[in-house]
């Protein structure tokens, strides 16, 4: 069952389009969780992104699945000192390092796996990589 939008999340993506270039470096997609999630045992955290290519496992806990052009942030998430421990230990920020049309368009979705197998759900982070596909049109209308 996928729950979205529920109180389990403290930020999460905004409900904006994320709208990027190619090339464009370190763009933060927003994701934390309530301590109270956080320490029940068997609760995981995820970042899934689906684009044409299909859906993708991007991190699973503290692991990176996919190639290096993701990383986790994990100590920016709180409006607080950077010294305030218990806010920053639901924090699960997605850092897009360096951004490609192929691998970035598309949505993410800050994902919480429940002890008791549910599934909750943030807002979509809609990225679109703008200027891509004007420079494909371009291209083709130089070969005709």
Known sequence: MVLINSKI?????????????????NIILPCSISDDYIKTSGTSLQWLRINTAGPRLITLGS???VNSGYELDTVNCSSKSSNDAQQQIGCYNLRIKHVSYEQDNGNFFCQVDKSDGSLEQSNPAKVIVIGQLSLEKQYKEKIK
Do not use: Q
Request: net charge positive.
């Open 9 to 25: 999340f403290l930020t999460e993506p905004k409900l904006d389009s994320y709208l990027v270039k190619p090339g464009d470096k």
């Open 63 to 65: 692991t990176t699945k």
